[in-house]
């Protein structure tokens, strides 16, 4: 069976703020996004990257990807979760295709981390995602902004992406979901009943959320091309 990257690109990055979107900020001399979508590109096992952008896009057409594998669906809905299910339809994958949703905003992904995520999950029933056991004490905070509860961090990890699912088990699981409380693809499965895979992922992985995660993404960037 294939494995098909799906990236959703058509967030409006409001907690970033800015002119256009963060995947289109510049970071060393290329969109943001392009990055994320090179990474991807080179992972061998990986035959095509299709991203689903805003349908009222005005970035795209700009920048020339020069990525081979590329392929640009502008069907991008209201929520990431619409995005996705939008672009799995009209990516037009094989039911048992392996499909690798990942985040836009997650440029500093590595090729190992993809290859280790195929590698795990090949023969697996379910699928399943890259995340990390989460490092620091969690606090449930009440209204106020005191600490309501310590959250005992055992057996806690954070989800990054790629999330890794056959085609045809996202297609149901997005279509059952109540897309309004999905943040990611493992969440939709869970609700449909299974238990995707824990891969662990590496701290680089982070997702750029706030301006002050450029300058760590561009550091990283600029380190791997030395
Ligand atoms: O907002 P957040 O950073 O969690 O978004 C994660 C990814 O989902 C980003 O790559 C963003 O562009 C994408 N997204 C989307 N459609 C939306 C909202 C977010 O494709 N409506």
Same mark, same amino acid.
């Given at each position: 069976? @294939?494995?098909?990257?799906?990236?959703? +690109?058509?967030?409006?990055?409001? @907690?970033?703020?800015?002119?256009?979107? /963060?995947?289109?900020?510049?970071?060393?001399?290329?969109?943001?996004?392009?990055?994320?979508?090179?990474?991807?590109?080179?992972?061998?096992?990986?035959?095509?990257?299709?991203?689903?952008?805003?349908?009222?896009?005005?970035?795209?057409?700009?920048?020339?990807?020069?990525?081979? /594998? %590329?392929?640009?669906?502008?069907?991008?809905?209201?929520? @990431? !979760?619409?995005?996705? @299910?939008? &672009? #799995?339809?009209?990516?037009?994958? &094989?039911?048992?295709?392996?499909? #690798?949703?990942?985040?836009?905003?997650?440029?500093? %992904?590595?090729? !190992?981390?993809?290859?280790?995520?195929?590698?795990?999950?090949?023969?697996? !029933?379910?699928?399943? %995602?890259? !995340?990390?056991?989460?490092?620091?004490?969690?606090?449930?905070?009440?209204?106020?902004?005191?600490?309501?509860?310590?959250?005992?961090?055992?057996?806690?990890?954070?989800?990054?992406?790629?999330?890794?699912?056959? +085609? &045809?088990?996202?297609?149901?699981?997005?279509?059952?979901?109540?897309?309004?409380?999905?943040?990611?693809?493992?969440?939709?499965?869970?609700?449909?009943?299974? /238990?995707?895979?824990?891969?662990?992922?590496?701290?680089?992985?982070?997702?750029?959320?706030?301006?002050?995660? #450029?300058? #760590?993404?561009?550091?990283?960037?600029?380190?791997? /091309?030395?």
């Amino acid at each position: 069976s @294939r494995y098909l990257a799906l990236v959703p +690109a058509a967030g409006s990055g409001s @907690r970033f703020g800015g002119p256009s979107p /963060k995947q289109y900020l510049q970071l060393n001399n290329r969109p943001l996004m392009w990055h994320t979508l090179q990474v991807l590109s080179q992972v061998a096992a990986i035959s095509r990257v299709v991203v689903v952008i805003s349908p009222g896009d005005e970035w795209f057409d700009d920048f020339e990807w020069d990525l081979p /594998k %590329l392929s640009v669906l502008r069907v991008g809905g209201a929520s @990431r !979760a619409e995005s996705v @299910r939008n &672009g #799995l339809q009209a990516m037009e994958a &094989g039911e048992q295709d392996w499909v #690798l949703v990942h985040d836009a905003a997650r440029c500093c %992904l590595s090729v !190992a981390a993809v290859e280790r995520l195929i590698a795990t999950l090949a023969d697996d !029933a379910v699928g399943g %995602l890259l !995340a990390l056991p989460v490092p620091d004490t969690v606090k449930r905070a009440d209204g106020e902004g005191r600490i309501s509860a310590t959250v005992p961090r055992q057996g806690l990890w954070l989800a990054q992406t790629p999330q890794m699912f056959r +085609a &045809g088990l996202l297609a149901e699981a997005l279509a059952a979901a109540t897309v309004a409380d999905i943040t990611d693809e493992a969440s939709a499965v869970e609700q449909y009943g299974h /238990k995707p895979r824990l891969v662990e992922g590496d701290a680089q992985n982070f997702k750029v959320t706030y301006p002050r995660d #450029l300058a #760590l993404a561009r550091a990283i960037l600029a380190a791997r /091309k030395e």
